[in-house]
């Protein structure tokens, strides 16, 4: 009997760990790319193979070098999720706290996004939302809407007062 042996080309020798000058240098590329979140980098360093306190020294010197920067990643993170993905805050402190982000970075994040801007895209969601479904009954209909919007990441109340206030059913 023969056993063929596949191995997936992951770029590092397995079981074996990088050097912290070449986890540097990644880790710079890494964050050069996009905005990431320490977490994120952290991860990445410890996906190297490298010790805590490796990681922690590079986290450092990352930041030092401007390179990393929670505040910067939270407000690119906040802005993108909402003006792209049309994400409520909601579930923009929910993928922030995903990220580990601290409180106090999140709520200056989404300071950052526009509150008339926040409505009228909320408004033009349930619109299109509203000419999507095809639901007869008022309530049923009413519910599907804030379900939608609700799963978007906007606040019920925000939502009850476009439903109530508006011409949309």
Known sequence: MI???IEMDTGRTPNKSIDKKTALAKAESFCAYQERSQQEVRDKLYSYGLKTTEVEELISELIGANFLNEERFAIAYALGKFRIKKWGRLKI?????????PPGIINKALRQIDAGLYF????????KKNAAVKESNHLKKKQK????AAAKGFEKDLIFDILNSSDLL
Do not use: F
């Open 3 to 5: 056993i063929l042996r």
């Open 93 to 101: 402190v929910a993928g922030l706290k995903n990220k580990r982000v």
């Open 120 to 127: 009228d895209t909320l408004q033009t969601l349930l619109k």
């Open 145 to 148: 809407l804030l379900q939608y």
